[in-house]
């Protein structure tokens, strides 16, 4: 009885999401956003061949011997690693006398470690093309298709994370406090299963706009800028260098949105539980829109690296930028994700199922 009651009500909290006036304003949204951005990713492309063109056309008349690219050597690798790790040991020193704020915000140290190597990489890899390799990012790479569909799921992201946040405030903590709960847990369906119909639906519809999302993304941008066909070296943990395509990177950061996106709808369905629908809907969207700021401060009495926002961002450890804290890691961040979901699944459970509703 309580499987076909579960049934019954992931398809109602479907039909509550597709058919709520919050989904035709978010469609809405997506689509001036879509154009607005588009709009000016085009005009910084456009900006940027026309400069180019400008520079081609110039006429300037540049000897051959000094047109041609030399060749790195070795000894250029060698000497440049030299050079960023005698930085590193510098800035390691700096960070030992600094403050706690200014260790905690201080992201050099992992820039260098990221370039070192790269360096390292590309000495021991002399096939690789470096005319031809960018570096894995979250945000843009150059003004091509991936960088266009990379610059708009960032964006696009943050609208999808923000309504999720929504629509898990409004089922957990609105329909309890306007009595509608009551109503529906004198179906035959355990208060369990109604919590797991919630939390698979939204889950279900945020990861399906996120798809759908990026394969609009990705066609527009072959249309319009292109795939650069570009090599892209990924830096894990600031160590270890990995060569993968345009579309890896576009996956990659797709499954670090959706996974983020999660986080935050067990966040608010757990809170949701507890707070009434202001504060449950309030307080995620604060800790999304405030995370470096928040893992900041948390950084001051050494409890940073425990933080839930920051965390769920673990893409970042796979950037040569690095995470807000510079003691954090992919692995870390990835356990500690984990560890919050897994608790904050478990408090939705077991809060809900002792909840008086009255």
């Known amino acids: 009885m309580h499987n076909i009651g579960f049934t019954n009500a992931f398809k109602g909290e479907l039909y509550k999401i597709f058919g709520n006036k919050s ?29 180019l063109d400008t520079v081609a056309n110039a006429g300037t008349e540049v000897d051959e011997q000094e047109e041609a690219s030399q060749p790195i050597t070795q000894e250029d690798y060698d000497t440049a690693i030299r050079l960023l790790e005698q930085k590193l040991e510098d800035l ?13 915000a201080d992201r050099n140290t992992w820039a260098v470690k990221s370039q070192i190597a790269l360096l390292k990489y590309l000495k021991a890899h002399p096939d690789v093309n470096i005319d031809n390799v960018n570096y894995f990012s979250t945000t843009m790479t ?12 960032g ?17 957990m903590a609105g329909e309890i406090q306007n009595g509608t709960m009551k109503m529906q847990l004198l179906r035959p369906i355990s208060r369990d299963a ?36 570009e090599t892209y070296l990924m830096v894990v943990n600031a160590e270890k260098v990995v060569e993968i395509s345009s579309g890896g990177m576009i996956v990659i950061n797709l499954i670090g949105y959706i996974f983020r996106t999660f986080a935050f709808i067990v966040l608010t369905m757990c809170m949701g539980t507890v707070l ?18 928040i893992e900041l401060l948390l950084g001051y009495i050494y409890i940073g ?7 769920t961002a673990w893409t970042m450890a796979l950037t040569t930028a690095g995470p807000v804290l510079n003691y954090m890691n992919l692995y870390s961040m990835l356990a500690i994700s984990i560890a919050w979901i897994a608790g904050l699944t478990a408090g939705s459970y077991l809060l809900f199922r002792n909840k008086e509703i009255n």
Do not use: H, W
């Open 276 to 293: 009434k629908q202001s504060g449950a809907i309030a307080l995620p969207i604060v800790m999304y829109l405030l995370a470096d700021e």
């Open 23 to 51: 989904f035709i304003s978010l469609i809405i949204a997506c689509v001036v956003i879509f154009i607005v951005f588009t709009l000016v990713f085009d005009f910084a492309y456009s900006i940027m061949n026309e400069a």
């Open 155 to 171: 964006i696009m992201s943050s609208v999808f994370i923000i309504y999720a946040i929504v629509i898990v405030g409004k089922s």
């Open 305 to 311: 690296y425990i933080g839930f926002s920051i965390n």
């Open 92 to 104: 390691k020193e700096e960070l030992q006398e600094a403050k706690p704020y200014q260790r905690m």
């Open 142 to 153: 150059g003004l091509n298709a991936e960088s266009y569909v990379i610059f708009m799921l």
């Open 194 to 229: 109604m919590v797991s119909a919630k939390l698979l639906s939204s889950f279900v519809v945020t990861t399906g706009l996120f798809i759908i999302t990026t394969i609009i993304l990705c066609i527009v941008g072959a249309i319009a800028f292109k795939f650069s066909g």
